[in-house]
């Protein structure tokens, strides 16, 4: 995914042009227009629900709707400023600490062995984790958004599933050994998102009293195992576990009988239709990708990145050098966005990033452990599946270091409803919408959030 969230705006600019003409562009430019209208009437719920659905829509195999959807992308976070500045609302320090890093990254993009990608790199990356900071902030003003925005991700999930379901039959009818969802991305990009948007599934089918967005959670479900054990890529299977684990192991009475129903049903349907499409194929490229426990040589490749990094390791040689540099030695980045981004920013960026993270984490545990077996506790437990998840996809991807990788949003995402929930379930606790909740909560003072 991180060759489709960079490269040169004008070349990218003149390619949509080429494939949709000037007729495309008066209708970009339209519906620019229109957004700019919608979300300043409405708020960002338009903007964010279109915003999903472009990170599931890159995967499509015709190049001109993968252009399409970066542009759709950049379009959003644009937008997502505008909401932010217009209904603003301080976002709280993690988020100030991932604005910092960028800022750093930008102040040296012109040691960059590519200073104007880099300067245009870092802009961009800029404008999404400020978008993401204020637009999301300022969106979540009641509890009822929390669950509005987890829907969302929902439909970006749908739109996977039912386009790798497309392109399905052209993978068995073929004869390629790995699933790609139709898409013109590596193998990896495609399965780690995926992943990702499992434990949103989960979080579907666990939900009360909501049958149409149940039924799309458990479409999910069912769909998105068998892509990724096709994809051949036991990052994603794991990254998934991870996600889904805070979920699967709530153990309140009324929900455990659910919770293994769900893990059974899910084994056998994956290994059922895995061996139905399978049936008459090699297979063995497959099972020695998920069985073998290695990480495919990415030790020399860390060894590498980490020498590269010691020979600036203050302050970095701007956003998106390493890939520059890496691209030009390995081929490939580091597959590893601590390293990408200790390389771009230095050790200052890197401690920015890292410090955040594990600060969310810790926040999430901590509002899993207050708001219990509530709706927002069910968020509460996404969000902190969704963080271990990105962090452990950021030791073997570059994940989140991109500037418009799907990794990098989901990541801000999951910051910003962590510091958003204890606010929120405060307002449910004192009756402003509290049909919402389950259970009494018992939160602290107001000093500690």
Request: glycine share 10%.
């Amino acid at each position: 995914m991180q060759s489709q969230g960079a490269g040169d705006l004008a070349a990218r600019l003149a390619d949509f042009i080429e494939v949709y003409g000037v007729t495309g562009l008066v209708a970009l430019m339209a519906t620019v227009l229109v957004c700019v209208i919608v979300i300043l009437i409405r708020g960002a719920g338009l903007t964010l629900l279109l915003l999903w659905m472009s990170y599931s829509l890159a995967f499509v195999q015709q190049g001109s709707v993968s252009r399409a959807a970066w542009f759709l992308r950049v379009l959003c976070v644009c937008l997502l400023v505008v909401n932010g500045l217009t209904k603003f609302t301080l976002p709280r320090w993690p988020s100030f600490a991932m604005l910092t890093y960028v800022m750093f990254g930008l102040i040296f993009s012109l040691f960059s062995p590519a200073p104007t990608w880099s300067l245009q790199l870092g802009t961009l990356l800029f404008v999404t984790v400020l978008g993401f900071s204020l637009g999301l902030t300022s969106y979540l003003d009641s509890p009822e958004k929390v669950t509005s925005l987890i829907r969302m991700l929902l439909v970006s999930g749908v739109l996977w599933a039912i386009i790798s379901v497309v392109f399905m039959g052209d993978f068995i009818a073929g004869d390629a050994l790995r699933f790609r969802g139709g898409g013109e991305t590596k193998a990896t990009g495609y399965a780690d998102w995926g992943a990702l948007l499992m434990p949103i599934s989960v979080w579907a089918t666990l939900q009360k009293g909501s049958g149409y967005w149940r039924l799309a959670g458990v479409f999910c479900v069912l769909v998105i195992p068998i892509c990724l054990f096709l994809s051949g890529t036991k990052t994603a299977i794991v990254l998934a576990v991870i996600g889904c684990g805070p979920l699967l192991l709530r153990k309140d009475a009324g929900q455990a009988w659910k919770t293994w129903a769900i893990v059974g049903t899910l084994g056998v349907i994956t290994a059922f239709f895995a061996i139905t499409l399978l049936k008459g194929r090699d297979t063995s490229f497959l099972v020695s990708r998920l069985t073998n426990v290695n990480v495919n040589s990415r030790q020399e490749l860390w060894q590498a990145g980490l020498n590269q990094c010691l020979q600036n390791p203050i302050l970095g040689s701007g956003i998106g050098s390493a890939e520059v540099v890496n691209t030009q030695i390995f081929g490939h980045g580091y597959h590893n966005a601590y390293l990408t981004i200790w390389y771009n920013t230095g050790i200052i960026g890197t401690l920015l990033v890292s410090f955040a993270i594990v600060a969310q984490t810790l926040r999430a545990w901590w509002l899993v452990k207050v708001l219990k077996n509530t709706i927002l506790g069910d968020a509460a437990r996404l969000i902190l599946g969704l963080i271990l998840a990105e962090l452990a996809l950021g030791f073997v991807e570059s994940s989140f270091s991109g500037a418009g990788t799907n990794s990098l949003a989901l990541l801000m995402t999951t910051f910003v409803l962590a510091d958003s929930l204890p606010r929120l379930a405060e307002q449910s606790s004192a009756g402003f919408t509290g049909s919402l909740m389950e259970s009494h909560l018992q939160l602290p003072p107001r000093s500690h959030y």
